[in-house]
Each structure stands twice: as C-alpha cells, then as structure tokens.
T-cell receptor, first 113, second 111 residues
Framework: KAGVTQTPRYLIKTRGQQVTLSCSPISGHRSVSWYQQTPGQGLQFLFEYFSETQRNKGNFPGRFSGRQFSNSRSEMNVSTLELGDSALYLCASSSNGRYSGYTFGSGTRLTVV | QKEVEQDPGPLSVPEGAIVSLNCTYS??????FMWYRQYSRKGPELLMY????GNKEDGRFTAQVDKSSKYISLFIRDSQPSDSATYLCAMTLNAGNMLTFGGGTRLMVKP
C-alpha cells in the first residue's frame, strides 16, 4: 500500500515569502502530525491534526500553521519565512493517533535564502 | 539542556559486532519509548516501541528501558552494513503523538 506522500520534495524560497507544504497520509489514517528536523535542534513536534481538528500544538511561533481536509490530507503553511526555517519538514500519519502507529513520509527539504 | 540526550556519534563498528545505542532523559513523566531508524534522505522508520521498564526483543534488536535511571538503550546484534543509518530515540508523556526526540546517533557498520 502507498506510504505517506509529501510534496514537493525540495523547495527554495526567499526570506519574507510564505510557503505551503502538502502531506497525503496512508489511506484510512486520520491522524497527521508535522515535525521540523534541523541539525541543531533535531526533530521537533509542530502540530497534530485528527479528523480535521488540531489536537496538539508544539512550541512554534504563529507563523507556522496547518490544516487538515476531509480526506485527511494535510497542509502546513509558514508565513514570513526566516533563514532559520530552513529544515526538513516531516509528516507522519497514523490510524489511531497513538505513538505506536506512526509512519513518516520522506519529508520536504525547505531552503530559505 | 535538552529533555532527551543522545550521543551524536558517529559510531563505527565492524560487521557482526554488537551495537549499543543509548539515550538519557530528564522528564520522569515520559511513559512510552521508541526507537526509529533514519536513512539518508528518508523519513524516520519505527523500529521498536515499549512502555514498561525492562527488555523487549525483536529479531536482532533489543530495546531496554530503565525508568529509575531515566535511561534507554537499543542493542543490535550481528550488525550489518545495511544497519548504517541514524538512530533516534523518542518518547512521549502519554500514548499520543507528541513525540520528543533525541538528536540521533549516526551508526556506520563497515564490511
């Protein structure tokens, strides 16, 4: 069965712009979580959506937002990009929203110049 | 200081060696523990998860949790070059999805 699909794989943006990243979960999975991975801070939780509702939110500024659609696909948006937003953004889906059921996508590599 | 500490390595071992990977954590409220493997240009892949203190075995992998010491380990027996990757420990307060990760240990298994 198809895994978690993230698009695009690579993205280059200019400081001050905004960006939208997309995540298609495994079919039947209703929970989608987003993580930011950088060399300095490692993997950090951004937020989780379950059945179109944000269920948890990490410690990131309001420039980072997300949403989930009725088909469970999710998008995250980063406004007013900063150089420090350069990172690998990972999406993970699970059927039950539990820690044991996570499947990660391969991520979107965002570079802010 | 980070909540979860992990030696970044790299750890280089010969093929067939037993590998020990470790994490320490500061928040005694963490209840659920996981190990992920991440290959270059890929997302993390869940290897093992456990709740209680003690050992859990799955093939060549053994996860060990010592909640009293706030210390978790992953042992890999008969290591293979295909095990070369970054290994991440993760933990959560409840059974949900807000995971706190260690920084990862890069493992290289040489033929």
């Amino acid at each position: 069965k198809a895994g978690v699909t993230q698009t695009p794989r690579y993205l280059i943006k200019t400081r001050g712009q905004q960006v939208t990243l997309s995540c298609s979960p495994i079919s039947g999975h209703r929970s989608v979580s987003w993580y930011q991975q950088t060399p300095g801070q490692g993997l950090q939780f951004l937020f989780e959506y379950f059945s179109e509702t944000q269920r948890n939110k990490g410690n990131f500024p309001g420039r980072f937002s997300g949403r989930q659609f009725s088909n469970s696909r999710s998008e995250m948006n980063v406004s007013t990009l900063e150089l420090g937003d350069s990172a690998l953004y990972l999406c993970a889906s699970s059927s039950n929203g539990r820690y044991s059921g996570y499947t990660f996508g391969s991520g979107t590599r965002l570079t802010v110049v | 200081q980070k909540e979860v500490e992990q030696d970044p390595g790299p750890l280089s071992v010969p093929e067939g060696a037993i590998v020990s990977l470790n994490c320490t954590y500061s928040n005694s409220a963490f209840q659920y523990f996981m190990w992920y493997r991440q290959y270059s240009r890929k997302g993390p892949e869940l290897l093992m998860y456990t709740y209680s203190s003690g050992n859990k075995e799955d093939g060549r992998f053994t996860a060990q949790v010592d909640k009293s010491s706030k210390y978790i380990s992953l042992f890999i027996r008969d290591s293979q070059p295909s095990d070369s990757a970054t290994y991440l420990c993760a933990m959560t307060l409840n059974a949900g999805n807000m995971l706190t990760f260690g920084g990862g240990t890069r493992l290289m298994v040489k033929p």
